[in-house]
Each structure stands twice: as structure tokens, then as C-alpha cells.
């Protein structure tokens, strides 16, 4: 069956580093990848979309790889401020409108002063 | 402006109730979605409709029955409460299936069956 995994399911480190969170799936052939930033009691909000034939995608710190061969997702954030502290979701879909977009279960992301 | 709104933020009930939760956008969005989030946080897909036409019916129990009076509109009917149905219920709603600008979610309904 179709499966997500994000491989921490919690991250800390210092403000002004890079975070770098890893999405792995298996059993699947997305056409996109996305990654949302969910806050507690709050719904998830989209940030990046990377489609299968992008090696890279930016916006402002944030930073996505999409590797179709590893089957795997990076997302950066640079210089990682505590505001960037939430839970990262990865999540693929298909090429038809129809298809369903399945999340992975999140990291949570704390990024110390 | 709130681009997907639902009500109630919060809902306490009982076992054997049946409840309502409210789903409307203003984004002018083709599809609509509702999604369950459990305690591990994994959100899991349960309906979704496209101009008011239910594309994606995911293995959910009938007593789960949505509803689209208009394409921004999609409301959830839940039968019988289950303990098992205490979760984190969020309405969405995309344009062109998520393919270009991702899923606008709202901000939740957290379900309590005591």
C-alpha cells in the first residue's frame, strides 16, 4: 500500500541553522509533492509545491528537493528563526484531478533561541 | 476574511448522537474536501466533492454522510457517534485539484464523543 514516512517525528536545533526534514514514500508515483506547515489548533497551511520533473524548488529560506529516483523530499529552512517552530507535513499527489492527496504524519520542528 | 470557514471549533457529544459540522469557502474553489486528523496526527482523506459532485468517497462507515447544497458549501453529517469518531475534522478546498497552489484548509472542528 502507499506509504509517507517522515522519518523524525521531531526536530530541535539552533536558531540560524538549516533544518532539513525528510519525506520518503514508497509504493507510490506522484506527479507533485507538497510540504504545508500546520500550528497547533490550527489547519495545515500550503507552502511549497514541487512537481516529478523538478529537481528543486525556493521560496525565500524555504528549499525543496524532489528526488523521483530515491523517492524522497528535502525541505530546508535557512536561517531558522523560532517563529519557524511548528509541524512540517509532507504530502504527494497524482496526475488527476481526482486523485487523493495523501500526508505524511508531520515533524515537529523547535527551534531553540 | 475568513477564506474556509467551519463551525463549531469544538464539538462535545455523546455516544448515540447525531452532529453537524458546517464547511464554506470563499475562494471561489471547484472542490472541496474533508479531512479527519487523528491523535498521531495523520490526516486522512474521507470525502471530496467537485461543483457539488462527490469524486473521492475514501472506506469511511454510512453513518459519515457529506453534503454540498452549492460548490461553496460542503457540510458533514455524523450518525450514532462512536467513541472512535473523536478527532480533528478539517474542511479544505483547492482549485484545479491541488496540482498548482495546494489545499486552503480551515481551521479545524475537534471532535469530543464521551
Known amino acids: 500500500s502507499q506509504k509517507i514516512e517522515q522519518n523524525s517525528e521531531a526536530l530541535n536545533i539552533q536558531e540560524g541553522k538549516t533544518a532539513t526534514l525528510t519525506c520518503n514514500y514508497t509504493?507510490?508515483?506522484?506527479?507533485?509533492l507538497q510540504w504545508y506547515r500546520q500550528d497547533p489548533g490550527r489547519g495545515p497551511v500550503f507552502l511549497l509545491l514541487i512537481r516529478e520533473n523538478e529537481k528543486e524548488k525556493r521560496k525565500e529560506r524555504l528549499k525543496v528537493t524532489f528526488d523521483t529516483t530515491l523517492k524522497q523530499s528535502l525541505f530546508h529552512i535557512t536561517a531558522s528563526q523560532p517563529a519557524d517552530s511548528a509541524t512540517y507535513l509532507c504530502a504527494l499527489g497524482g496526475y488527476s484531478s481526482a486523485s487523493k492527496i495523501i500526508f505524511g504524519s508531520g515533524t515537529r520542528l523547535s527551534i531553540r533561541p | 476574511d475568513t477564506a474556509v470557514s467551519q463551525t463549531p471549533k469544538y464539538l462535545v457529544t455523546q455516544m448515540g448522537n447525531d452532529k453537524s459540522i458546517k464547511c464554506e469557502q470563499n475562494?471561489?474553489?471547484?472542490?472541496m474536501y474533508w479531512y479527519k486528523q487523528d491523535s498521531k496526527k495523520f490526516l486522512k482523506i474521507m470525502f471530496s466533492y467537485n461543483n457539488k459532485e462527490l469524486i473521492i468517497n475514501e472506506t469511511v462507515p454510512n453513518r459519515f454522510s457529506p453534503k454540498s447544497p452549492d460548490k461553496a458549501h460542503l457540510n458533514l453529517h455524523i450518525n450514532s457517534l462512536e467513541l472512535g469518531d473523536s478527532a480533528v475534522y478539517f474542511c479544505?478546498?483547492?482549485?484545479?485539484?491541488?496540482?498548482?497552489?495546494?489545499?486552503?484548509f480551515g481551521s479545524g472542528t475537534r471532535l469530543t464523543v464521551v
Open positions: 509504493n507510490y508515483s506522484p506527479a507533485y
Open positions: 479544505a478546498s483547492s482549485q484545479d485539484g491541488a496540482r498548482s497552489y495546494g489545499y486552503t
Open positions: 475562494l471561489g474553489h471547484d472542490t
